[in-house]
């Protein structure tokens, strides 16, 4: 090798090594850094919010799992807590689970409160505040045949709802008894928009799902004399319509074009290995314009990363739950 050759190669290391320290000088990662890096969450990439609308104003397809930030939706929904009483609500874990699941919702119709004492309810819900949030509730009488009698009761945001009048218990004509547990029936309106609703929550008897199911159609004629000028009508709760109880398939007062079963017969609402519809929202056709497409089953297992003994303990069932546009034009179709 000529000493040319020799001078170039030392020029070209030394100019090599000045180029390595002024990279590492100037911050830049190397190769080996790139290749072990700890990509932490706050790394990456933020995901881009859906533009997709459905393509009809009826049809449900389950896209949220949280109550919108938005003033112009609601979230409303109901909930089988399974014999919610002074046991389940001396449960600190469970409670927080059952708080966080109804902080989800505007409005949740709670179904199968089990408590003599009258307890576990105001508990909850100072659970539910406990992080600050507003919610206010109305509850019915203990209803029921048998010395195991239930209540209803409505959870509610006031950040965003108000109750419009009384809740009532559906008063059955003298001579019938068509329930086991009559319906609970509420007005709410929205603080924002012009929303505004009367809601029927129910919880069959499980023998008598169908007939009880087929019943609902008095109360909703109930409701609709007893107020002529509010044609917006939910009912929701624990049907038990599905499996050996109810023909999903079969002939019902509630199937025709005058409702719309929001929560479909493809949707598990229990926490156990059975594959049943048993919870429901319907509602009035004159809804349509309100009814945003979002409905479905919120699975706070998943949700909250919960084990099955752990699911199990809230409840055997999972709430349901759909959403309301209640914009200021919802009514001028604008």
């Given amino acids: 090798m000529g000493l040319n050759t020799k001078k170039i190669l030392i020029i070209l290391l030394t100019m090599i090594i000045i180029l390595i320290i002024t990279i590492n000088t100037a911050g830049y990662v190397t190769w080996s850094e790139l290749t072990n890096a700890d990509l932490t969450p706050t790394q990456s990439i933020p995901s881009i919010p859906s533009t997709n609308t459905p393509t009809s104003s009826l049809t449900a397809q389950p896209t949220s799992n949280l109550k919108s930030l938005e003033t112009d939706t609601l979230r409303i929904g109901a909930f089988n807590i399974q014999v919610f009483g002074t046991s389940k609500a001396s449960k600190p874990e469970v409670m927080d689970n059952i708080a966080d699941i109804i902080r989800t919702y505007d409005i949740v119709a709670i179904q199968e409160i089990r408590d003599k004492s009258q307890t576990a309810l105001p508990a909850l819900v100072d659970e539910v505040n406990g992080d600050g949030?507003?919610?206010?509730?109305?509850?019915?009488?203990?209803?029921?045949?048998?010395s195991s009698m239930e209540q209803y009761a409505y959870l509610y945001d006031t950040g965003t709802v108000e109750l419009a009048g009384t809740a009532e218990t559906y008063p059955e004509p003298e001579g019938t008894d068509p329930f086991h547990r009559e319906p609970y029936i509420a007005?709410?309106?929205?603080?924002?928009?012009?929303?505004?609703?009367?809601?029927?929550?129910?919880?069959?008897?499980?023998?008598?799902?169908?007939?009880?199911?087929?019943?609902?159609?008095?109360?909703?004629?109930?409701?609709?004399?007893?107020?002529?000028?509010?044609?917006?009508?939910?009912?929701?709760?624990?049907l038990n319509a599905d499996g050996s109880y109810f023909d999903e398939d079969g002939p019902c007062t509630l199937r025709c074009s005058d409702y719309?079963?929001?929560?479909?017969?493809?949707?598990?609402?229990?926490?156990?290995?059975?594959?049943?519809?048993?919870?429901?929202?319907?509602?009035?056709?004159?809804?349509?314009?309100?009814?945003?497409?979002?409905?479905?089953?919120?699975?706070?297992?998943?949700?909250?990363?919960?084990?099955?003994?752990?699911?199990?303990?809230?409840?055997?069932?999972y709430p349901v739950y759909m959403v309301f546009s209640v914009g200021e034009d919802v009514r001028a179709g604008n």
Wanted: aromatic fraction near 12%.
């Fill in 260 to 317: 719309f079963w929001c929560i479909d017969n493809g949707m598990d609402t229990t926490t156990s290995s059975t594959d049943c519809t048993y919870d429901r929202i319907i509602i009035t056709d004159s809804m349509e314009q309100y009814f945003s497409g979002d409905a479905g089953v919120y699975r706070f297992d998943t949700e909250y990363g919960l084990s099955e003994d752990e699911t199990k303990a809230v409840s055997d069932h």
């Fill in 133 to 146: 949030s507003a919610f206010d509730y109305v509850v019915s009488e203990r209803l029921g045949r048998t």
């Fill in 187 to 238: 007005s709410f309106r929205a603080l924002s928009g012009d929303f505004d609703a009367t809601f029927i929550v129910i919880h069959t008897d499980p023998d008598e799902a169908t007939e009880e199911i087929n019943a609902l159609s008095d109360v909703l004629a109930y409701v609709r004399g007893a107020n002529p000028d509010e044609p917006d009508i939910v009912v929701m709760g624990d």
